[in-house]
């Protein structure tokens, strides 16, 4: 049998651009045939496509270990991304040192810089009648907005997204690139960490917890400071554009999406969840199995990988009815798994919800007939993240508006 003749489960190849073009359809044909499938793509691994699967799976680490890596292939970095890439009891652990920098209130609270801001973008390109909504708005907002909350400085926000943008979507297909900008990101947090260390003041915002945390009483170590940090930018600076971006191009080709959105443009909050169900833009994080085990009916082995795949448990046909269509009216849409479930559930999620609901208000108020105006971009790699990279937009010009009254 030739690779071209080989069922799509064996083949499944989720950094190809195949996979990238129609993810949805790929992985819902899979979970038609076997919603606990294998592929012998990446050295070999799982894919776990309905929700009863992956809910499973996320709840159970104690058989699928999160540590060393949450990546197929595991990624480039030399250390564990903290605390994303560790297990229980030391996950609680990690989470407890920044946990209450994500509550729902403290999200609140940055509400309205968040609204200042994206009224500050908006007004640099509304009069020009024409943009890259994701390069002006949906990529800087919410790198911005994480450089302020640790303390950097947010114009710099360029450098900080291209190390990202590389270490996410370049590691499969370009390693030294991806690489290079590993090497940068972590250089640009060690000057950050001495330079504080230096100032004898650790600040009281987001990356001065980080420096101060303590894990049974024991200082977290210059690495595990690191890779804490090296979380909060991977969070705030990929997967809530990738939302924003990719709501915003369903909405140029879904009239009746755009119709019922802005018909709820003061009523956001209610239908994030279903909006996050069907535009996931996290599309599945990997486990490593530990132990023989038959899970789901599958037999796995100790050293397994597995792929946790939230976008096609968040369209399961047995949990969602017509789960391919947008209703903003759906009962259960709580249930989706975007942010993950369990104990690795999203830090941020309070604040990506946010993020979101202020950029695609801002956008439904101020340039509500947006339009393609150009080819729209995705990121060449879906594996982990499936986003736009450039989306060019018309639409009729505006004012700018004063950002004091925000």
């Not at 919603?35 to 894919?47: D, I």
Request: with cysteine; net charge negative; aromatic share 8%.
């Amino acid at each position: 049998m030739t690779q071209a003749e080989a069922p799509v489960a064996e083949n499944f190849d989720h950094h190809s651009p195949e996979f990238r073009e129609c993810p949805h359809q790929t992985m819902a044909e899979m979970r038609s045939r076997c919603p606990v499938t294998r592929s012998t793509e990446h050295g070999g691994f799982w894919a776990l496509l309905d929700y009863q699967s992956v809910f499973d799976a996320a709840r159970d680490d104690d058989l699928f270990n999160s540590y060393p890596s949450v990546g197929v292939p595991a990624s480039g970095s030399p250390f564990p991304i903290l605390p994303i890439e560790s297990d229980p009891p030391l996950t609680q652990k990690l989470r407890q040192v920044t946990l209450s920098a994500f509550s729902p209130g403290q999200a609140e609270r940055w509400r309205p810089v968040a609204r200042r801001m994206v009224r500050e973008m908006v007004n640099e390109f509304i009069e020009r009648g024409s943009c890259d909504i994701v390069g002006e708005l949906t990529t800087p907002l919410p790198a911005k907005l994480t450089l302020t909350m640790l303390g950097f400085d947010e114009s710099k926000y360029l450098d900080w997204v291209h190390w990202v943008h590389s270490m996410v979507h370049d590691r499969t297909h370009d390693e030294e690139k991806s690489g290079a900008a590993v090497m940068e990101l972590f250089g640009e947090i060690y000057k950050h960490m001495s330079e504080r260390r230096e100032s004898g003041d650790f600040g009281d915002d987001l990356f001065g917890r980080i420096l101060n945390g303590h894990i049974d009483d024991v200082p977290l170590d210059d690495t595990q400071i690191l890779m804490y940090t090296v979380l909060m930018m991977l969070g705030g600076m990929d997967t809530t554009s990738g939302l924003t971006g990719n709501v915003l191009y369903a909405m140029t080709q879904q009239p009746e999406l755009r119709q019922a959105l802005t018909a709820r443009a003061d009523q956001l909050e209610p239908v994030t969840d279903e909006l996050l169900r069907v535009y996931t833009p996290t599309l599945g994080l990997a486990r490593t199995v530990s132990r023989d085990a038959k899970f789901h009916g599958a037999s796995m082995n100790a050293g397994d990988r597995a792929i946790l795949m939230w976008a096609a448990a968040n369209r399961d046909p047995e949990v969602f009815p017509d789960p391919d269509t947008v209703d903003l009216e759906r009962p259960n849409a709580r249930k989706q798994m975007a942010f993950g479930v369990g104990i690795h559930r999203c830090l941020g999620s309070h604040l990506a919800r946010m993020m979101f609901q202020e950029m695609l208000g801002e956008i439904i108020e101020r340039i509500p007939d947006f339009r393609l105006d150009g080819e729209p971009e995705r990121f060449e790699d879906a594996g982990e993240v499936w986003a736009m990279r450039k989306l060019p937009i018309a639409f009729t010009p505006g004012p700018r508006l004063a950002v004091d009254d925000a």
